[in-house]
């Protein structure tokens, strides 16, 4: 028999062990992720699409990580090379959480920002200062983790920062200003003010440093917002506005629904099967996989346009499809029949051209289920615009999509409920119009509601 040699023999352990930490971030990234992907469909809570996002990719990195870690503490190198090797592991764990760790920062702004007023407004900044502050921690740690001292780069950027407050310091009033502005929600675009020193328009423009009035001659006029913060500013109630206390001769009745969901029996998976059943089930199941799909996701921005593409894009794993899937606008078609009609037609093209070779893992199956709606009468009554207004920041968002949006596609109404009794009682098609074209895809509920209270109020 030939015999190993010693080097060999030596090597097959450590090479063992990092195989291992390989098989592990497939574990890690197939069948963990997976569940976690599960687990998360079935939770209303926000953050843990965002943390599972965010992990999809880091956290088999990391567990092969630690496989190259301790592979290199059984392998017969020299305790020099093991110092510079670990290292170079400590410096890759620091980078990859960093990166993590800005993906999740940033999510969660753009989560938690667009439930407030002012938040669209401070979202960029406060995701300027998050980048920079997680990234700078992790240099630093990485610089630490590297063996490279960062005294002297902290003092650097110590006198780097003092520099720049020194740079920036007739600058700083205007920005503490315009995040005074921007939190107390008074001063929004389409204001029309007057300053205390004479200056008159309407609000087309703020930002970190001026806010820019559009007078009644068309100028444009660029003032700091220390100033605007600083006076006093008188908000100009402009002509031709609505009579918010005219009484409709029929009130809006406010009604709701309860939406109780209901397995169908039938599953896919695969593009193909996922195609033959939608082509067949009651629109009552495509309700339930839109409708209410966007409802329960509401806090993500854009909002997912259905749980289909959703399906295609992240467990079947094509994205082109999944894209063109997300382009259709149920919000665009006339009826819930239309809207699947065209994503049956986006599907048969891609199947006809590409074909059908992938499937679904054990437990990630497409399960149809469908709605059965219960709807009913909140109790809550209009009878002016000014009642209109005061009531929609009550009512619940259940009531608020079924008026705004479900009421449209699913009776296939060429607008929504709001618009109709405002054009109906008032003949303003152009409050109609603006409240017809909000779109649940590209804000959240309570987006929907701030939004649609704006438009009203500011008619009246």
């Given at each position: 028999?030939?015999?190993?040699?010693?080097?060999?023999?030596?090597?097959?352990?450590?090479?063992?062990?990092?195989?291992?930490?390989?098989?592990?971030?497939?574990?890690?990234r197939?069948?963990l992720?997976?569940?976690?992907?599960?687990w998360?469909?079935?939770?209303?809570?926000?953050?843990?699409?965002?943390?599972?996002?965010?992990?999809?990719?880091?956290?088999p990195?990391?567990?092969?990580?630690?496989?190259?870690?301790?592979?290199?503490?059984?392998?017969?190198?020299?305790?020099?090379?093991?110092?510079?090797?670990?290292?170079?592991?400590?410096?890759?764990?620091?980078?990859?959480?960093?990166?993590?760790?800005?993906?999740?920062?940033?999510?969660?702004?753009?989560?938690?920002?667009?439930?407030?007023?002012?938040?669209?407004?401070?979202?960029?900044?406060?995701?300027?200062?998050?980048?920079?502050?997680?990234?700078?921690?992790?240099?630093?740690?990485?610089?630490?983790?590297?063996?490279?001292?960062?005294?002297?780069?902290?003092?650097?950027?110590?006198?780097?920062?003092?520099?720049?407050?020194?740079?920036?310091?007739?600058?700083?009033?205007?920005?503490?200003?315009?995040?005074?502005?921007?939190?107390?929600?008074?001063i929004?675009?389409?204001?029309?003010?007057?300053?205390?020193?004479?200056?008159?328009?309407?609000?087309?423009?703020?930002?970190?440093?001026?806010?820019?009035?559009?007078?009644?001659?068309?100028?444009?006029?660029?003032?700091?917002?220390?100033?605007v913060?600083?006076?006093?500013?008188?908000?100009?109630?402009?002509k031709?506005?609505?009579?918010?206390?005219?009484?409709?001769?029929?009130?809006?009745?406010?009604?709701?629904?309860?939406?109780?969901?209901?397995?169908?029996?039938?599953?896919?998976?695969?593009?193909?099967?996922?195609?033959?059943?939608?082509?067949r089930?009651?629109?009552?199941v495509?309700?339930?996989?839109?409708?209410?799909?966007v409802?329960?996701?509401?806090?993500?921005?854009?909002?997912?346009?259905?749980?289909?593409?959703?399906?295609?894009s992240?467990?079947?794993?094509?994205?082109?499809l999944?894209?063109?899937?997300a382009?259709?606008?149920?919000?665009?078609c006339?009826?819930?029949?239309?809207?699947?009609?065209?994503?049956?037609?986006?599907?048969?093209?891609?199947?006809?051209?590409?074909?059908?070779?992938?499937?679904?893992?054990?437990?990630?199956?497409?399960?149809?289920?469908?709605?059965?709606?219960?709807?009913?009468?909140?109790?809550?009554?209009?009878?002016?615009?000014?009642?209109?207004?005061?009531?929609?920041?009550?009512?619940t968002?259940?009531?608020?999509?079924?008026?705004?949006?479900?009421?449209?596609?699913?009776?296939?109404?060429?607008?929504?409920?709001?618009?109709?009794?405002?054009?109906?009682?008032y003949?303003?098609?152009g409050?109609?119009?603006?409240?017809?074209?909000?779109?649940?895809?590209?804000?959240?509920?309570?987006?929907?509601?701030?939004?649609?209270?704006?438009?009203?109020?500011?008619?009246?």
């Amino acid at each position: 028999m030939l015999a190993v040699p010693e080097v060999i023999v030596a090597w097959i352990a450590p090479a063992v062990v990092v195989a291992l930490g390989i098989v592990l971030g497939f574990f890690a990234r197939g069948w963990l992720h997976g569940r976690l992907v599960s687990w998360a469909r079935r939770t209303r809570w926000e953050g843990d699409d965002i943390i599972v996002q965010a992990t999809r990719w880091h956290l088999p990195f990391l567990v092969f990580l630690v496989g190259v870690y301790v592979g290199l503490h059984v392998a017969p190198v020299s305790d020099s090379f093991v110092e510079r090797a670990e290292k170079v592991l400590a410096g890759l764990v620091t980078i990859s959480i960093t990166a993590m760790m800005v993906v999740i920062a940033s999510g969660f702004i753009h989560l938690y920002a667009r439930r407030t007023e002012f938040g669209p407004e401070l979202e960029p900044a406060a995701q300027q200062v998050a980048l920079i502050t997680i990234t700078g921690t992790g240099f630093l740690f990485f610089l630490g983790a590297v063996g490279v001292p960062a005294t002297p780069l902290l003092l650097v950027l110590g006198i780097a920062a003092l520099a720049g407050a020194l740079a920036m310091r007739n600058a700083l009033p205007d920005i503490f200003a315009w995040m005074s502005i921007a939190v107390s929600g008074q001063i929004r675009r389409g204001d029309r003010i007057r300053l205390e020193s004479g200056e008159e328009g309407v609000v087309i423009e703020q930002n970190w440093r001026t806010t820019t009035l559009r007078s009644i001659h068309g100028d444009a006029v660029i003032v700091p917002n220390s100033r605007v913060a600083a006076g006093v500013v008188v908000k100009v109630r402009p002509k031709g506005l609505l009579n918010g206390d005219q009484r409709a001769s029929t009130p809006f009745e406010f009604r709701s629904r309860l939406a109780l969901p209901e397995l169908t029996g039938l599953r896919a998976a695969t593009l193909s099967e996922l195609a033959e059943h939608m082509e067949r089930v009651p629109l009552s199941v495509i309700y339930y996989h839109t409708l209410q799909f966007v409802e329960e996701h509401q806090y993500l921005t854009p909002t997912p346009p259905s749980h289909f593409a959703r399906w295609v894009s992240e467990t079947l794993d094509y994205k082109d499809l999944g894209e063109v899937l997300a382009v259709v606008d149920p919000c665009q078609c006339d009826s819930l029949e239309e809207f699947r009609q065209r994503l049956l037609a986006l599907m048969k093209e891609y199947l006809s051209s590409h074909g059908d070779g992938r499937h679904a893992p054990q437990g990630q199956e497409f399960f149809f289920m469908k709605s059965r709606l219960f709807i009913f009468s909140t109790g809550q009554k209009a009878q002016t615009l000014r009642e209109l207004a005061d009531a929609l920041k009550d009512v619940t968002l259940d009531s608020l999509y079924f008026h705004l949006f479900e009421a449209r596609l699913r009776l296939g109404r060429p607008t929504n409920d709001f618009s109709a009794w405002i054009e109906t009682h008032y003949g303003d098609s152009g409050l109609a119009g603006r409240i017809n074209l909000l779109d649940p895809y590209t804000r959240t509920a309570e987006g929907l509601r701030n939004a649609l209270v704006t438009l009203i109020e500011e008619r009246i």
